[in-house]
């Protein structure tokens, strides 16, 4: 069971420029944010005041006094490089974001920015964890009978063997905090479930993982069906795969929808149909939106960052909010940076001897 152990003062920044439907669609996420999270002590919205300013004041919030306007004059557009924006773009409302986060003023920030942007800012601003190299996106999705984290969802698309294990223990925490598991069972996403199945990097990383007995509970490899089968609470990626399947799927479930809607429109039995089967295709709308699941927490870093995507709704924003405040009270660090230790001792250790008797002729 946890406990509350973060910083009392919640105080979260958002990112209000960058996104693909505009200002206009977060500051409706900030009027939606100020009435439905009361734990919500402060909200920073960050971005350029002759833009943000008219779109608070017509929507009532400009004297709003949970609500503060943090000027940036720049703004870091999806197609840039990461290094590029790093270096022409310093008053840029994300890393201004990122700023308030090192500084204390806030606790947590919230992006729908370029991805790579704000990885790099955010590395080299906050910095990783002792112990750790790289953050890692970690991500919540549905599944049968209720949802898994996913890790790593884009942060490092080169991952090596060692930063996979390290996703296993970010992604294990988060687990426990956004999903309360209280010990979950970890799986490597790969081709096959059979012992040598996979490329150099899956085979390495399943080598480390069966090391780290007692750190985490590691079930295997695992395949892409399973991922959704509850088999387990945890998958564990590369950036590369984890936010190729990301979008695939949300592509497979935006496009489903779709083909429901048009299909159930085609008669006035089919219409009458889908009427009366409206409370389940709600059901089955809510659990699966990905706008319920927004916000992945880029986790590692002595701050906190969430990704949401550009094209992210009011509803989306929302989510990742309500989410930056429950990291922010359960906040796992300590846990984590004993964990990272253990998981580096234990992998730079040499291997114990074997007491099987060796098949090579003794040198004379």
Known sequence: ????????RRSVALDAMGGDHGPAEVVAAVALALEELPQLEELILVGQDAILRPLLTEAGLAEHPRLRLYHASQVVEMGEKAIQSLKQKKDASMFRGIELVKAGQAQALVSQGNTGSLMAGSTLKLRPLEGIDRPALGTIWPSNEGNFVLIDAGANPEAKPLHLAHNAVLG???????????????????????EGKGNDLINETHALLKKMDGIIHYLGPIEGFDMFGD???VVVCDGFLGNVVL???????????????????????????????????NAVKAHLNPDNYAGAPLLGLKGHVLKTHGSSSRWALLSAM????????????????RDIQLTNERLEAPEAPSNEPSNEEPLT
């Open 1 to 8: 069971m946890l406990t509350p152990t973060g910083p009392s």
């Open 172 to 194: 294990s925490h988060y687990c426990r905090l956004a999903l309360k598991v209280e010990c979950p069972r970890v799986g490597l996403l790969t081709i096959g479930t059979e």
């Open 231 to 233: 088999e387990v609470d």
């Open 247 to 281: 979008k695939s799927c949300e592509g497979l479930f935006r496009m489903i929808m779709g083909t429901l809607k048009k299909e159930l429109g085609q008669s006035w039995n089919r219409k009458l149909g889908a009427l009366l089967a409206k409370p389940a295709f």
């Open 322 to 337: 309500r989410i930056a405040l429950e990291i922010i009270q359960y906040d796992l660090t300590d846990q984590v940076l």
